[in-house]
């Protein structure tokens, strides 16, 4: 099994796993960007949403209604958090295993949507 989300789903790799039922698994970032970071994908091996979207896309719904019951048991709800997917390279997306993040537990900078971008926008 060569991918790295795949494996932990499967309870091969000594992640904790914190949410897991027959569709969707979340679990912890392992660099986190925030207090609170936690990657939350389906358990069917898919890259992108549009993908699952094609297969099934009540999983989706269910990966975002788990980010938010994640988001309330972890006491951010109420302050705010950012879900975020990275799809494709220009995007950054690193795990070729469709995740969303889950990132909150301190306030982000008032531009908080000012992206990096690797050369100017035109
Ligand atoms: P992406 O850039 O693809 O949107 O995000 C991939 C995320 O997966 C990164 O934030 C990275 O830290 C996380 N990650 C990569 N490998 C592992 C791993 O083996 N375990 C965990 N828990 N997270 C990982
Ligand atoms: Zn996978």
Redesign the pocket.
């Known amino acids: 099994m060569s991918c790295?989300?795949c494996?932990?789903i499967a309870g091969r790799?000594g992640?904790e796993v914190l949410y897991q039922d027959e569709k969707i698994t979340a679990?912890?970032?392992?660099?986190?960007?925030a207090p609170i970071?936690i990657?939350i994908v389906p358990n069917e091996h898919v890259s992108t949403a549009r993908e699952l979207l094609d297969k099934d896309s009540s999983v989706l719904i269910t990966m975002f209604s788990e980010a938010h019951a994640l988001a309330e048991a972890a006491g951010i709800a109420g302050k705010g958090y950012r879900l975020?997917?990275?799809t494709g390279p220009d995007?950054?997306?690193?795990?070729?295993h469709l995740?969303l993040?889950l990132l909150g537990g301190k306030p982000i900078q008032p531009d908080g949507m000012a992206l990096r971008w690797k050369d100017r926008m035109t």
Do not use: C, E, K, Y
């Not at 679990?27 to 960007?33: A, C, H, K, S």
């Not at 995007?91 to 070729?96: N, P, T, Y």
């Open positions: 790295v989300f494996r932990i790799s992640s679990f912890r970032d392992i660099r986190p960007q970071h990657l975020v997917i990275n995007a950054g997306q690193m795990v070729d995740h993040h």
